[in-house]
């Protein structure tokens, strides 16, 4: 077996001669490798043990290949670490969590005394001025109601919000830079595919989920796409990640659109995978591209990535939401109809006016 | 009852390690676990906790099956290596595999992040090889001697 390595290796067969624990090989090719070796250590159990390492290798490499191949076609492994090991990390984080929060908790209300009266009474100011904020947003919403009323505009009722808390950022080797831990899985609400948001915006999706725990891609991901429009001009286009720390671009908005910096994104709807007008991203720059028919835009992302703790899932309900008001039928505008083309009623009355 | 003790450390081991993985990014917690049953050629361990790394780190993970399997694979590799190479010496021994782990993470960091077009920072990928290497360096001779403790105990209570 080793004679047949090295007959394989260097193409001629070896003379293997022990003086005292020296090998010494034939031909041109084991001389370096001769030296290499005795440099190190100067045994021939460390060139044995070399072989036997690389024929481990040799077939761990093909082990690996197989069972890489069988997950890419299958995903059969995927999902089995993904319910085990996402599964156990959650049961692990979720109390880990819980006593973070309770120490927390004890910590403000029995130790951290010191600024309490004084933030007591910044705290009362603060509630009447939310409370005034309410009574107003509680007439503006009064008024939202009786115009969708008025409008027969329909209520979206296709999503269910459910909270979720981020247990971990990027957690393990195995992690890339975009991702989160949350702790709902997929008997709870947070299938792969269900759309994250935060107070600010959409934060991103699901993207693997155990029972109980799942993990999330940020939206500015490269695999993401977003359908979205401009919130004022309503101009459609499809937003995509470039990465992380890097701004989103919009592709395919058609030129002729008035949007302008600032301008807030909001998705569409179209792509059916997102719920219409959440607040995706704000316009930084744009430009006519020179290439294509469309702009060029770059966009930064609304919610904070990185300071977020808790989320909101949107769970697709299953409910179809109901058809917009049917309008009425748009005027014909053009030359007018030949008369055989004509309705019989409509002849027979130019023939009587005649 | 010495059985029970043991699969008690492995299980504290594991959970300590994956809430440290949680306060630090990218870390592989576990991997040490792993150099202390080859070292101590305890393979009945051996047999469930390979598995159990390789399931629990690919699973917390975002990335597609392949990256601790490949990793922990390479370790047994650089293990033999390093035993054939630094024969004489337990530093250079402990060195070289503190290092060569180091230098995988980063390597495996890379490569699979490519081969599944998922993009990556370098900076933060060679940060991830260094701490690694640093974590190896600090926790291997902590954890071996918490080892040596259940496993003198052992030795005392079988004489």
Not at chain 1, 92 to 113: F, G, M
Not at chain 1, 287 to 310: G, K, Q, V, W, Y
Not at chain 1, 328 to 348: I, S, T
Not at chain 2, 21 to 41: F, T, W
Request: aromatic fraction near 10%; charged fraction near 20%; include cysteine.
């Amino acid at each position: 077996m080793r004679d047949t390595l090295f007959l394989f290796l260097y193409g001629e067969a070896p003379s293997w001669s022990c003086r005292g624990a020296s090998p010494v090989f034939a031909g041109p090719l084991c001389k370096p490798l001769q030296s290499l070796f005795l440099s190190i250590c100067g045994k021939r159990d460390a060139f044995v043990n070399f072989r036997h390492a690389l024929i481990t290798a040799g077939l761990l490499l093909v082990l690996f290949l197989a069972l890489y191949t069988l997950n890419r076609t299958t995903g059969m492994l995927d999902r089995v670490t993904t319910n085990i090991g996402l599964e156990v990390t959650g049961i692990v984080l979720n109390p880990v969590r819980q006593i973070e929060a309770t120490v927390a908790d004890i910590w403000d209300s029995y130790i951290d005394l010191v600024h309490v009266r004084e933030e007591n009474v910044a705290l009362q100011k603060r509630v009447q001025v939310l409370e005034a904020q309410v009574l107003a947003q509680s007439e503006d919403m009064a008024e939202l109601r009786r115009l969708r009323e008025l409008l027969k505009m329909p209520l979206d009722v296709s999503w269910t919000p459910l909270g979720a808390r981020i247990l971990a950022g990027r957690i393990g080797p195995n992690s890339q830079l975009e991702s989160f831990t949350i702790n709902r899985g997929y008997t709870t609400g947070a299938a792969p595919g269900t759309p994250i948001v935060t107070n600010q915006g959409l934060l991103g999706k699901v993207l693997r989920a155990a029972p109980h725990t799942a993990t999330a891609i940020l939206l500015t991901h490269p695999t993401s796409r977003i359908a979205i429009f401009t919130q004022k001009t309503r101009t459609p286009g499809i937003l995509t990640g470039l990465g992380p720390n890097r701004p989103m671009e919009v592709r395919y908005m058609d030129k002729a659109t008035k949007a302008e910096p600032g301008e807030l994104l909001v998705t569409s709807g179209l792509d059916g995978k997102y719920p219409k007008g959440i607040p995706v991203a704000r316009i930084l720059t744009m430009r006519p591209s020179s290439s294509s028919e469309f702009m060029t835009i770059l966009a930064e992302p609304l919610a904070d990535m990185r300071h977020t703790e808790e989320v909101l899932l949107l769970e697709p309900t299953g409910i179809v939401r109901p058809p917009e008001p049917a309008s009425p039928a748009p005027e014909f505008v053009g030359p007018p109809l030949p008369d055989f083309l004509k309705p019989r009623d409509d002849r027979e009355d130019g023939a009587g006016s005649r | 009852m010495h059985l029970l003790q043991n699969i008690f450390w492995w299980l504290a081991f594991l959970f300590c390690g994956i809430i440290l993985q949680l306060y630090v990014p990218g870390l592989d917690a576990l991997v040490v676990g792993i150099i202390l049953v080859s070292l101590e050629k305890d393979y009945k361990t051996m047999v469930w906790l390979v598995p159990a790394v390789v399931i629990l780190q690919e699973g917390m993970g975002s990335l597609s099956f392949g990256f601790s399997m490949f990793y922990i694979a390479s370790f047994f590799l650089l293990y033999r290596l390093s035993q054939s190479i630094a024969l004489a010496s337990r530093l250079i021994f402990y060195l070289l595999v503190s290092i060569g782990m180091g230098a995988l993470h980063s390597f495996y960091s890379w490569f699979f992040a490519t081969l599944q077009n998922v993009p990556y920072d370098m900076n933060v990928v060679v940060h991830d090889g260094v701490l690694q290497t640093f974590y190896i360096l600090v926790a291997w001779p902590i954890l071996g001697r918490l080892r040596r403790l259940v496993a003198h105990d052992e030795k005392k209570a079988e004489s």
